[in-house]
């Protein structure tokens, strides 16, 4: 993939952002994985506070979730990451319940490349979505450096699109950068809701305690700033976030 170079990237955006120029209503549906609700045990995360669990009254795990989220809109399906994969994954069903096929899908976006986020973009090799244009922050991919030797990295090939903040994404997207839980974490804004990635992995605790992280975070510090600012800007403009992990009803209105 070093050969799609962040030009064809811009290029490719803007051929797609003239596709959907028309304004029309933006649907949001959360994909859950799993058939039953999940919990994250707090012996996953750093700097709890002494007392807070037992305060939050979630000794046995704090709600939490694996979702993907299908967006239509401006005529086109897009999806968030794709879920876990494998027999027990829920997305492919749950498209079917929606009315779509994986080859109705225009686009896949991204927020990192964690297996629970990317295991539903292949089966047995294969790309899974055959339609859809893949985008993936360039800073994500850098981070990681054998994305072309990954499977997806072969199933998808030149689908792979990698934008860097200044390109135009498709349909007005918006990528916000919050790094620190992998090289090139991204969110996703449309209008005013926020696909959120995996800025936060159990609402109930980091809501409050920004500071603390879970292990999954591979640069806890920078994970911690990214969370703080995207809570600041959550609330400074009322925004509606949606979490990979956000327990139901997968969504927070700030
Ligand atoms: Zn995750």
């Keep these: 993939m070093k050969h799609i170079s962040v030009f064809f990237a811009a ?3 803007s051929v797609m952002t003239a596709s959907c120029i028309s304004v029309s209503t933006t649907e949001f549906h959360a994909i859950p994985d799993s058939k039953t609700p999940m ?30 989220f299908l967006v239509k809109k401006d005529g086109k399906n897009i999806l968030f990451d794709s879920g876990n994969g494998g027999e027990e994954a829920q997305l492919i069903p749950t498209l079917k319940i929606i009315g779509l096929s994986p080859e109705d899908i225009d686009y896949v ?9 990317i295991g539903g ?5 294969k790309a899974v979505f055959t339609n859809a244009a893949v985008y993936l922050n360039k800073d994500e991919y850098d981070g990681w450096g054998d994305v072309d030797e990954s499977d997806m990295g072969r199933a998808y090939g030149e689908k792979i699109v990698l934008f ?5 994404l498709p349909c007005g997207i918006q990528a916000i950068k919050a790094y620190g839980h992998t ?37 806890q510090e920078k994970s911690a700033e990214s969370r703080k600012s995207a809570l600041e800007l959550f609330r400074a403009e009322g925004l509606k976030v949606y979490g990979m992990h956000f327990p139901a009803p997968y969504y927070i209105q700030f």
């Design 121 to 125: 973009m292949v089966n047995d090799g």
């Design 39 to 68: 919990t994250m045990t707090p012996a996953l995360f750093t700097n709890v506070p002494e007392g807070l669990v037992e305060d939050l009254g979630v000794e046995n795990g704090i709600p939490s979730s694996m979702c993907a």
């Design 11 to 13: 290029i490719a955006a």
């Design 183 to 219: 090289p090139g974490h991204t969110m996703y804004r449309i209008g005013d809701t926020v696909l959120a990635g995996d800025i936060m992995h159990a609402t109930a605790l980091q809501i409050a305690n920004p500071e603390s992280c879970a292990r999954f975070d591979m640069d």
């Design 164 to 168: 860097t903040e200044d390109d135009d």
């Design 109 to 117: 976006f991204l927020t990192h490349l964690h297996g629970d986020h």
